[in-house]
C-alpha cells in the first residue's frame, strides 16, 4: 500500500506566478490535511478537507491560498501571486476516516522556493 | 491557544548514550500527544502515540511520557546510534480541536559516532 505521495518534491517559482501543489492520499483514505513548514518553524495546520468538502479552512491565509479535493484525482493546494514569504515546506496527510482518532499519515512534502 | 515548546533546539551526543527530549504545550485539555522523526528532505514518520489517558509507550528503543497535568512529554532514546540523527517532533491533539495537530519547532538530534 503505497504511502501518501505528493509531487512535485520540490518547485521553484518567481514572484508573481503560480504554484500547484499536489498530494494524493494513502489508498482507502478520504481525508486530506495540508500543513506549512516556514524555516525554523514547527508545522502549522493550514486546511482539512474531505472529497469535494472544505471541512476546516481556518489556517488558510486569506487570500491567494486555495485548496480542493475532487472527487476524482488529487487534493490540490493553489497559490496565486507567490511572494518570498510563501517559501516553505507544505505537507499533505491523509486519514482513513477523520476524527479524534484518526492518525495522520504524512506525505515527503513540496519544498516550494520562490526566487 | 495551544502551544508547544520543545528544548533543546539541538543536541549531540556521543554514539551510545542514553538522551531525553522534552515537550511542553500550555493546554493540558489534549486528546493525544504524538513524537514524529523528520529526516532531511524527508515526511514526517511517526515514532509513538500517546493517548490522554495513558502516561507511556514503548517501542523498541524509544519510550515517551506524557504528564497531562503538567503539559510535559518526554522522549526517551536509549544506546543512541548515528541513524537516530535526525529532527523530533512533538505533536498535540487537542480535545476541541479535533483533527488539528499542533506542532512544536523540533529537537535536532546529532549523534557523534
Known amino acids: 500500500n503505497a504511502g501518501v505521495m505528493q509531487n512535485p518534491r520540490h518547485l521553484v517559482r518567481r514572484r508573481g506566478q503560480e504554484a500547484r501543489l499536489r498530494c494524493s492520499p494513502m489508498k482507502g483514505h478520504s481525508h486530506v490535511y495540508w500543513y506549512r513548514q516556514l524555516p525554523e518553524e514547527g508545522l502549522k495546520f493550514m486546511v482539512y478537507?474531505?472529497?469535494?468538502?472544505?471541512?476546516?479552512e481556518s489556517g488558510m491565509p486569506k487570500e491567494r491560498f486555495s485548496a480542493e479535493f475532487p472527487k476524482e484525482g488529487p487534493s490540490i493546494l493553489r497559490i496565486q501571486q507567490v511572494v518570498r514569504g510563501d517559501s516553505a515546506a507544505y505537507f499533505c496527510a491523509s486519514s482513513p476516516q477523520g476524527g479524534r482518532g484518526d492518525t495522520q499519515y504524512f506525505g515527503p512534502g513540496t519544498r516550494l522556493t520562490v526566487l | 491557544k495551544q502551544e508547544v515548546t520543545q528544548i533543546p533546539a539541538a543536541l549531540s551526543v556521543p554514539e551510545g548514550e542514553n538522551l531525553v527530549l522534552n515537550c511542553s504545550f500550555t493546554?493540558?485539555?489534549?486528546?493525544?500527544l504524538q513524537w514524529f522523526r523528520q529526516d532531511p528532505g524527508k515526511g514526517l514518520t511517526s515514532l509513538l502515540l500517546i493517548q490522554s489517558s495513558q502516561r507511556e509507550q514503548t517501542s523498541g528503543r524509544l519510550n515517551a511520557s506524557l504528564d497531562k497535568s503538567s503539559g510535559r512529554s518526554t522522549l526517551y532514546i536509549a544506546a543512541s546510534q548515528p541513524g537516530d540523527s535526525a529532527t523530533y517532533l512533538c505533536?498535540?491533539?487537542?480535545?476541541?480541536?479535533?483533527?488539528?495537530?499542533?506542532f512544536g519547532k523540533g529537537t535536532k538530534l546529532s549523534v557523534i559516532p
Open positions: 505533536a498535540v491533539r487537542n480535545e476541541a480541536g479535533s483533527y488539528q495537530l499542533t
Open positions: 493546554d493540558s485539555a489534549i486528546y493525544n
Open positions: 478537507l474531505q472529497k469535494e468538502n472544505i471541512i476546516d
